[in-house]
């Protein structure tokens, strides 16, 4: 269960500029449906270059309705220059502070609201669009958004940078690749929070089905419920894993990725590589 604010579970409850604006000056979309968590943010300058108007649309948990309000709230009468200072520490402050697990939420907001100035300045309707190396596959993290993030917030290790932006949290290998990175900005050593693990050469099917559980509570479910989604174990047949997908992740697009690059791969990392998960019929 998430610790929230009172400020948080307000923003929740009364979300604060939800909707569209007729002709905006500026437009910035950022997230997926598939990943669970998308954003779009539009608002109106005055004549005096300060926002007069702002409203947003969202899909996400509570925490993802929050920032955004939280936003549109801190940038209502800022002049551009200013709203383009706002940083993904400012709306979490506003907001009292945010669950570790649920930071990324802030950072989307940061990251339309960038969006919405550079299509406000180029005076054409544009998408957050990925720039530079990919490092997290699982979730398009690239290079940049993570060594921007680390420095924002003064991170420190892997697991904190997957709290802020997801990067780690899918397949998990990229995260000695992002210790490099904070290593790089930082001067010292990150702890990539994977630990030497060897497999089980033999397992009795009690004990296999023992281990499928401990690996999906342990290393699988807790990324999946950061999107407001979960997963079932339903049987093991042999070498075939039954699973269901539930919350968010029922019915998500994505399903079948994330079923392979994070379900699956976790279970063949922790378990047996002869494991192949399936989804309940």
Known sequence: MWDYTDKVKDHFLNPQNVGEIENPDGVGQVGSLACGDALKLMFKVDAEGRIADVKFKTFGCASAIASASALTEIIKGMKIEE??????????????????????????????????????????????????????????????EIKRIVRENNLTDVDEVMNYCKAGGGCRACRPEIAEIIEGITGSKADAGEKPYEKPQKLTNIQKIQLIQKCIDEQIRPALRADGGDLELIDVIGDEVIVAFRGMCAGCPSSKITMKDVVEARLHEFVSDDLTVVQEK
Request: proline share 2%; hydrophobic share 35%.
């Open 83 to 144: 709203a383009a200072k706002v940083t993904n520490k400012d709306i979490a402050e506003f907001l009292g502070g945010l669950p570790d697990q649920k930071m990324h939420c802030s950072v989307m907001g940061r990251e339309a609201l960038e969006a919405a100035i550079d299509n406000y300045k180029t005076g054409t309707t544009q998408t957050h669009e990925l720039k530079g190396k990919v490092v997290c596959k699982c979730f398009g993290i690239t290079e940049e």
